[in-house]
Structure formats: structure tokens, C-alpha cells
């Protein structure tokens, strides 16, 4: 506060250049440094890759004392400091991984004031030998990173980070800076209560990636899919795969590398030296392929993934944002592409359902995937949904997604949903897909008939349509929540269906799910 502004920014500027080789500061990233050097409070929601960590460590090396940083990623905390200190900043990090010994050096080094930037884990920073300690030490700011953590309505709650809440109560002279790169409105709403940031001026990005081009097709044979993707668009690039089990990793990676793609598999099922050598191999050679869990990313800053491809669904539009959000962090342009169908659907939806989660989260948890599907099912531009979602606003179709460059015909199938959710009803609200489809197809199966369903009115009434139409259909009645699934994928009709059997509101939904019969047959040979 004694520094004019004007000296605030050259001094930011001398530090950055002496320290880190830059020439300029991004856009925000000089405003946020003035802000917090001055000692006020700040919010930072900046997407990955956007450069955030700048915001805090710049300062830390302004004002006296140290920038303590509290950060959940506790293995990659050792990297962070090392590459620092590359730099010749004076950093060390405290968590579990520090034997005592360590613990004591870095504390002493706090103490006297010889330390610019200590990185904690939440856990630690709570103990009270640790908020004791910093009470004696010269502090120059906290940074709580991954701030969106604090949040039960973001999709990486830790309760450590909801009792973070002690920071403006013990140190409430010591400027405060939450970054994240994830927040929806109910999200940066916790955030500022938790952190007691209502004052705090508030520094949001666009989340808009225009390089990245998103794209969502139904899952017909993924692994082909996949291939033939990388094949058509990406051949010799880095990308990243993200499946949903450590089995499909295993086995998507090694069906790859037979294709003759680069690929290493990562999970938390294999050895840290296992996972060590994906991520070097990722992180140095050029065109590799990592197929992994979402275990895999956080953290990462390889600049030239050019595609991240999804063959299983994310949880939550927050995780899409993120995982899609590796591509392309150079610019240039990348591909964010997924597969999912009406199994994906239904499993993440009854895993929803039967976790042991307090009914709460469970229904936080169910807004989300909603909100995804939504997306997926989506046929207007992807990217405004997606930035709507962050809360911005966008008044263009962006002309970089699959529906802008390939729009798709919407047609009334309020017809065929009254059919599909009659078949649903008329059977007893209680078979799946499969059935329903024999069921509306008119098919005479061992089934169909043991169970008396041929002799339903129902039987046969959809005909005009093929397997593949029907399926569609029925997965996008799942996804936009007209039907919903039970035990052993038992599909149901929910409340939401009955204005739509009634014919009070109508249907509109993408052509490609409900071709007529000789289309889909063309479009398969
Ligand atoms: P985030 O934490 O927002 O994901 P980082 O802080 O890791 O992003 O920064 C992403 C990359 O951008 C890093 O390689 C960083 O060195 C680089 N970067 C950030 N700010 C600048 C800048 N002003 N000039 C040049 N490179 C920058
Ligand atoms: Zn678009």
C-alpha cells in the first residue's frame, strides 16, 4: 500500500522478466498481481492453462514474508517447488510425504523469513502446530488453489478445504487469493462464503477455448471409433483417452498399440514407477497417447495435446470442461471428442443412484450428469452451452463444434416418444432398451411372447423405424429424463413424461436418432 500503482506494475513486470523470462503479463494476470501485491483480497476464475499460478507467486516474491499456497495436489507439490526453485525462488512445500526432519527445516525457514512460497496441504495448514507456526512467521499472502475444492456443488468436494474458513479468522490482515478453474455460480458462490471473500474484487476469464473443437457422437463400436478418429485427424499427435475403469484402459492401450498407435495406459491401479514412465514418456516424447482414468491430468501442462478423446462419459460438465481443457493449450487447434450411448446412461445414472452418498450430494450429483447429458444430447452449438453453463453468456454459434459445422435436422418426435414410453408403460415399467425395442419393432421373440407382449397394442406400432432409431430414441428419452432407469436397466416412465403423453408439450430431438429405415441402412453400409 505504501507503492503507488504505477510502481506496482513495473516492479511486477522486473520481477517476472528477472525470474520467470517473461515479457508481459496476460491479460488479467497483471491486474490480479496489483490487487493482491496491495494487500486486498481477489478471486480468480481463469481457465487451465490461463496462468494462474503467476497470480500468487509473483506477489509472494513483492510483498515481505511468504506466499503460503494451500493446494490438494499433493503429488505434484515436489514439481511445483523444484521448478521453482530452477528459477531461484526460494520454495518448499509441508505434507504427509515429509519426514519429520524435512518438517522441521522448512518451518525453521519459514521462521526466518527465508522462504518466498510454501506449499501446503489443506490438511496440514489446519493442524494447530501449523496455523500456530504461521501466526509467528512473515506472511505475505495465502493462494488457496483449486478453490472450487471447498464446494459440495463442485465435482471435487474436500472437506478439509470447507474448513478453510479459519484462514480469514485467525489472519484476517493477510490478503487472501482463491484461484480455480472450475466455477459455476453456486460454485464461486461457496467459494466467496467459505473464504469470507465478499468483499474481494473478482477477476473472471472466458472460459471460451476457441481452438479446441468440440465434438459428441453416438457410441457405436468405440475402439474402431477412436481409431479411426486418430487415424482421419490425428496421426502422430499426443492425445489423451479417458475411460471410465482401469480395466477398459488397460484394454483400450494395448488395442491401440497393436493398431500400431503410440499408446501407455495410466490408472491408480499400477505402480507409481508405471505410471511414472507414462507420464515421462507423455510429457517428453513426441506423439504419445495416454489412455487413462481421470486420475490422469490433473496438474499436467503439456502444451501440445492436440486431441482428448472421451469413450466413456465424465461426470459432470465441470470435469468435461477440465479433461477437454488439456487439448490444446498452445492455441493451436485441438479436438475435444467423446462417444457415449444409452448403456453409459443408464450405468452412471444407477451407480448414481446406489452410491452411499448423503441423498443431498446424490441429488447435486444428479443435476450435474443431467446438465452433461443435456449437453450431449444438445442440437444447437456446443460451445454456447458449455460457456452458458460456466455462466457466459454468448450470443453466436461458435462455428468450431460438430452441430455449427455439420448441423443436424431437429424434427417433432413426439409421436415416436408417446410410442416408446407406452411400450415402457404397457410392459410394466420395468424392461430395458432391448426389449422395449423387440417390443415397438414388433419382433416376436421367446420373450416377447412368454410374456404376452405381443398381444399388446403396442406391439409392432414402430415398425417405420429400425433398431438403431429406436435406441436412439430411447437413449435420448433416458438423457433428457422421460424415462428413467431402475434395477437390471428396467426402464420406467417418470413424471416428467406425462405432459409429453398427453400431448401438451412436444418433442423436438435430432434427426440422427430416428432416421427413417432406408437412411439408416445407406448410412450403415
Ligand atoms: P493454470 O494454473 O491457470 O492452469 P499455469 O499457471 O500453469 O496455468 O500457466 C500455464 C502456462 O502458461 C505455464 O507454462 C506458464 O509458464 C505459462 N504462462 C503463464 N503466464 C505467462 C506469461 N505472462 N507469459 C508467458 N507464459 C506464461
Ligand atoms: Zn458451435
Redesign the pocket.
Known amino acids: 500500500p505504501t507503492q503507488p500503482p504505477a510502481d506496482t506494475d513495473a516492479r511486477a513486470l522486473e520481477v517476472?522478466s528477472r525470474v520467470w523470462g517473461?515479457g508481459?503479463?496476460?491479460d488479467v494476470?497483471a491486474d490480479i498481481v496489483r490487487t493482491v501485491v496491495d494487500g486486498d483480497n481477489a478471486l480468480v476464475l481463469?481457465p487451465?492453462?490461463?496462468?494462474?499460478?503467476?497470480c500468487y507467486q509473483v506477489p509472494s516474491l513483492l510483498r515481505p514474508g511468504t506466499g503460503i499456497v494451500v493446494s490438494p495436489l499433493i503429488a505434484l507439490m515436489k514439481d511445483q517447488v523444484d521448478a521453482l526453485r530452477q528459477f531461484g525462488v526460494r520454495a518448499a512445500f509441508l505434507n504427509s510425504s515429509l519426514p519429520a526432519e524435512g518438517v522441521r527445516e522448512v518451518e525453521a525457514a519459514l521462521l526466518a523469513g527465508e522462504l518466498d512460497l510454501l506449499y501446503v496441504a489443506p490438511e496440514r495448514l489446519l493442524l494447530g502446530r501449523t496455523l500456530d507456526l504461521l501466526e509467528r512467521a512473515p506472511v505475505a499472502l495465502f493462494a488457496i488453489d483449486e478453490a472450487h475444492c471447498v464446494s459440495q456443488w463442485g465435482h471435487d468436494f474436500r472437506p478439509e478445504y470447507g474448513q478453510l474458513g479459519v484462514l480469514p479468522g485467525r489472519f484476517p490482515d493477510i490478503p487472501r487469493v482463491a484461484l480455480t478453474?472450475t466455477a459455476d455460480d453456486r460454485t464461486r458462490a461457496d467459494i466467496l462464503r467459505v473464504l469470507d471473500l465478499g468483499g474481494a474484487a473478482q477477476f473472471i476469464s472466458s472460459f471460451d477455448r476457441p481452438n479446441i473443437q468440440y465434438r459428441v457422437a453416438n457410441k457405436e463400436g468405440p475402439k474402431t471409433q477412436l481409431l479411426d478418429f486418430i487415424h482421419a485427424e490425428h496421426r502422430g499427435d499426443a492425445g489423451i483417452v479417458y475411460c471410465l475403469s482401469r480395466k477398459s484402459v488397460d484394454q483400450t492401450a494395448q488395442w491401440l498399440v497393436t493398431q500400431g498407435i503410440d499408446a501407455v495406459p495410466y490408472h491408480a491401479g499400477l505402480s507409481p514407477r508405471e505410471r511414472n514412465h507414462a507420464q515421462e514418456r507423455f510429457l517428453n516424447d513426441e506423439g504419445v497417447v495416454v489412455v487413462a482414468t481421470v486420475a490422469f491430468g490433473m496438474g499436467i501442462?503439456k502444451p501440445n495435446v492436440r486431441f482428448v478423446a472421451h469413450l466413456d462419459l465424465p461426470k459432470s460438465m465441470e470435469g468435461y470442461y477440465q479433461e477437454t481443457g488439456r487439448a490444446g493449450r498452445d492455441g493451436l487447434p485441438s479436438t475435444a471428442w467423446m462417444v457415449y450411448g444409452l448403456a453409459d446412461v443408464v450405468n452412471v445414472k444407477r451407480m448414481l443412484s446406489q452410491s452411499d452418498a448423503p441423498d443431498d450430494v446424490k441429488r447435486v450429483e444428479a443435476a450435474k450428469l443431467d446438465a452433461l447429458l443435456t449437453y450431449c444430447e444438445a442440437a444447437t452449438c456446443r460451445r454456447q452451452l458449455l460457456l452458458a453453463y460456466f455462466g457466459e453468456q454468448r450470443d453466436e454459434p461458435c462455428g468450431n463444434c460438430d452441430i455449427c459445422l455439420n448441423p443436424p435436422r431437429v424434427r417433432d418426435a413426439t409421436r415416436e416418444a408417446q410410442m416408446a414410453l407406452s411400450a415402457a408403460i404397457r410392459t410394466g415399467n420395468r424392461f430395458g432398451a432391448a426389449h422395449l425395442t423387440d417390443v415397438l419393432l414388433g419382433q416376436p421373440t421367446e420373450k416377447v411372447v412368454g410374456m404376452g407382449h405381443h398381444l399388446l397394442p403396442t406391439f409392432g406400432v414402430g415398425k417405420g423405424h429400425d433398431e438403431g432409431a429406436w435406441r436412439g430414441l430411447i437413449r435420448q428419452l433416458v438423457s433428457l429424463g422421460h424415462l428413467e432407469a431402475g434395477e437390471h436397466h428396467g426402464l420406467s416412465a417418470t413424471g416428467k413424461s406425462r405432459a409429453l403423453l398427453r400431448g401438451e408439450t412436444t418433442l423436438m430431438l435430432r434427426e440422427d436418432s430416428l432416421l427413417p429405415r432406408e437412411r439408416v441402412r445407406k448410412r450403415d453400409r
Open positions: 517476472l517473461y508481459a503479463f496476460r494476470q481463469m487451465t492453462g490461463g496462468g494462474k499460478s503467476l478453474a501442462d
